[in-house]
């Protein structure tokens, strides 16, 4: 039973990070279209928490799997952990060079809404003697 635990948690490092991380980065560069500022914050928040999401489990998961394939001294999974241990440096560096390529920070960022600026369709005179243009 502990062999699978421990494979379940090396196959959601080996393939949900990566997963997470290409998500939020598809919906990072995507230029999607929203109609308020509203829709364009909450599609900001949703992106940096996938993003932070996937970040924060490429740490977790294998220092995890290293302590748990320690404590139960299982050493093939202590060996597949300590190795996912380079990978997750590798993933950072990944993020790294994107991040430095990137035009905006990839975390903290809010898409430009798209939304009609309001139509004028009456004049309120000003004090002073300037009257409405346009007669």
Not at 46 to 71: E, M, Y
Request: include cysteine; charge should be positive; glycine fraction near 10%.
């Amino acid at each position: 039973m502990k062999r699978i635990g421990l494979g379940v948690l090396l196959l959601a490092w080996l393939y949900g990070v990566p997963f997470l991380l290409i998500v939020g980065l598809v919906r990072r560069t995507s230029s999607p279209y929203m109609a308020t500022h509203a829709a364009a914050q909450a599609f900001g928040a949703t992106t940096c928490t996938i993003l932070t999401a996937a970040l924060v489990l490429n740490l977790a998961l294998p220092v995890a799997g290293v302590l748990l394939a320690r404590l139960v001294r299982d050493p093939y999974w202590t060996r597949h952990f300590v190795w996912s241990l380079a990978g997750m440096v590798l993933i950072y560096l990944a993020v790294a060079i994107v991040a430095s390529a990137a035009t905006a920070p990839l975390i903290g960022w809010t898409p430009a809404d798209r939304e009609p600026a309001p139509h004028v369709t009456q004049c309120i005179p000003i004090s002073g003697g300037r009257g409405c243009p346009g007669g």
